[in-house]
């Protein structure tokens, strides 16, 4: 059963600009209407029992709490320091807008 042409193969190239030759693109829409065949085989399979998942390995995030840490004003300062351009204790930057 053919569910993919040659000639469909050959736009699809085109289109990916892949240049195949004519037994190429007749191997090529074999293979491929093989596997969307199989695919179709799979959409008849009853999975109304089986649960979904969302990973195979069963890992969950790991996620850290989301706190601020706050600086040593000697740190600050020392940052501050290296600012090309400044205005008080912020770093100045050309107008964006």
């Known amino acids: 059963m053919q569910i993919i042409s040659q000639d ?3 736009k699809i190239s085109q289109l990916a600009r892949i240049a ?3 037994e190429e693109a007749k191997r090529y829409a074999t293979d491929l209407s093989n596997i969307l065949a199989f695919v179709d085989k799979l959409k008849s399979v ?3 029992k089986v ?3 969302d990973h195979i390995s ?3 995030n790991r996620l850290r709490p989301d706190a601020v840490k706050e600086a040593a004003n000697t ?6 320091k290296n600012f090309p351009s ?3 204790r912020f770093n100045k930057v050309k107008a964006v807008f």
Do not use: M
Not at 75 to 80: D, F, G, V
């Open 8 to 10: 469909e193969v050959k």
């Open 20 to 22: 195949i030759s004519e």
């Open 46 to 48: 009853d999975t109304e």
């Open 51 to 53: 649960a979904p998942i």
């Open 58 to 60: 069963g890992t969950k």
């Open 75 to 80: 740190t600050k300062a020392e940052i501050i």
């Open 86 to 88: 400044k205005k008080d």
